[in-house]
């Protein structure tokens, strides 16, 4: 998948930051604008959470995107507020863009026809993990284990995604099944994050200059779709930031990383509070 990347570079950053006049920041949300925890509903943002983003997203030179595997109706009720910033729910199957109240429908998977099959096996893996959950979205099917024993919860999840594997093949559907952070997810194939990356980066056209600096940030395997779709564009490496979140040894296609969310709400922050210059002692 990739390499162990350096810590994200503050000064180069920030002087990249300063000298772009079209700036383009894609965030994930669980893991890397908030840290992971035990119950999934009580990750929601803080109000100075809120007013980083708020600040970030009133400069007229930023475009701001999270960009989340969450469903639309977390996303609107707790970063609802935030009217400048364009939100993606499901890995981009749903898009609210910035500065309007309505929620686009991305996704053309409408036989959904296999969920049940798959929720049957999440279903009999959920009964023998104790603390583990599912979440059903519109198009994709969740299973968590994250407050499961971690030996039991590993274990399970491999035989599980085997399962899964097998029984996907047989379907006529595209689907995948993913490793994310403690947990699986199956969704259609053509469901990802560089889907909805590569639409926002192609919006960018005629009148409207390419952005000219990009700050990409996620923690997870699911993020990876997003950096390599901006590593496979047209937008000028020099100018683009991808940065993987979290204290892990996971490779990654991400250039850069940062240990934790608070330090990912730091830089925001920064930025956020640097009308002109961005000075690099970070």
């Known amino acids: 998948m990739g390499k162990q990347p350096s810590m994200l570079d503050f000064s180069q950053l920030a002087d990249n930051y300063h000298n772009s006049d079209a700036r383009l920041f894609l965030l ?10 035990g119950d999934p509903e009580v990750a929601v943002p803080t109000p100075a959470d809120i007013e980083v983003l708020e600040r970030l997203s009133s400069n007229p030179k930023n475009d701001i995107w999270i960009i989340s595997g969450r469903n639309s109706a977390f996303l609107q009720k707790h970063l609802g507020c935030l009217g400048s910033v364009g939100l993606s729910a499901e890995h981009g199957a749903f898009v609210r863009l910035a500065n309007h109240t309505d929620w686009e429908t991305m996704s053309p998977w409408a036989d959904i026809t296999w969920q049940e099959t798959i929720m049957a096996i999440f ?7 104790q603390g583990s959950w599912i979440e ?4 994709a099917i969740t299973w968590h284990y994250r407050n499961a024993l971690p030996d039991i919860g590993l274990r399970n999840s491999k035989e599980c ?3 899964i594997e097998q029984c996907i093949v047989q379907m006529p559907s595209n689907l995948e099944v993913i490793n994310g952070k403690m947990c699986l997810e199956v969704r259609p194939r053509d469901l990802n994050k560089g889907v909805i ?3 926002i980066i192609m919006s960018y056209g005629g009148r409207v200059a390419p952005p000219d600096f990009v700050l990409c940030m996620g923690d997870d395997v699911t993020d990876e779709d997003m950096f390599k779709a901006i590593r496979s564009s047209s937008l000028s490496p020099e100018r683009c930031f ?3 979140v979290g ?8 250039s850069w990383s940062l240990p934790e969310p608070a330090d990912v709400m730091d830089l925001l922050g920064k930025l956020a509070a640097a009308p002109t210059k961005v000075h ?3």
């Open 247 to 254: 204290h892990g040894s996971r490779p990654t296609t991400a």
């Open 136 to 139: 059903r979205k519109s198009i």
């Open 197 to 199: 990356v590569r639409s």
């Open 242 to 244: 991808t940065v993987s």
């Open 161 to 163: 995604k085997d399962q």
């Open 28 to 37: 994930d949300w669980d893991g890397t604008l908030t840290p992971i925890v």
């Open 123 to 129: 279903e009999d893996y959920a009964a023998k993990t």
């Open 280 to 282: 690099s002692e970070f």
